[in-house]
């Protein structure tokens, strides 16, 4: 059986080009909360946390995306408060970068990057979000990674989340790529990331880490940090 050589690469975000954050608004509604409820952030802040706790697990378990307009908009309805109007006034009031400080990608991103384009590979992100789409661009611009990225697909924007086949085939469709055997997708969540994308017909490769769930699937390769990545993918070329 011939074996599609492999045309592009396709990255997961939170986890695998980013240093993963449990909850990755948690600055968002601790400044939510302190413009809410002086005094009471903590508090505030704590229920945010549940509610969008509770938002992701139901959107995940539907397969169904959703932005951060109805998460704000959930929120406002349980605590009575207006977060999103918080949220918007302490956007306009911080800096992206103060407003979260823990975001930060991996060092040898760029690098694996640069390398995979060099060799000819087309690269995209594909990321399971409500976040909307300039949160995400701000952060890879920040760090130089917008411009070795040739497509970036927020799943905010789309109808479906990961593992859903629907959105690893819109990642191949923006990239050019008509088999879904000559792309690749680098993930750190066994089920979302490589199940999904082997489902969907990718190789699927896993960083390995200790938070993501565990889920039966048998990756095509994994690596611990993405300098490994472009020699893996070399031995599929």
Known sequence: MTVAPVEAVVFDWGGTLAEFVPLEMIDVWALAGRHLAPGREAEVAERL??????????????????????????????????????????????????????????????????????????????????????????FLERDGLVELLDVRLYTSEMSHLKPHPSVFAEALTALGVGDPAAAVFVGDRPYDDVWGAQRAGLRGVLVANDHAPAWAVEPDAVIASLSELPDVVQTWR
């Open 49 to 138: 946390c549940a509610v969008e706790a509770r938002f992701w697990e139901r959107t995940a378990g539907e397969c169904r995306s959703a932005t951060l307009a109805e998460l704000v908009a959930e929120a406002s309805a349980e605590l009575g408060l207006d977060v999103a109007e918080a949220v918007l006034e302490e956007a306009a009031l911080h800096h992206l970068d103060a407003w979260t400080p823990h975001i930060r990608h991996f060092a040898d991103a760029p690098v694996a990057l640069a390398t995979l384009r060099e060799r000819g590979l087309r690269l995209g992100l594909l990321s399971n979000t409500h976040w909307p789409r300039a949160f995400h661009e701000r």
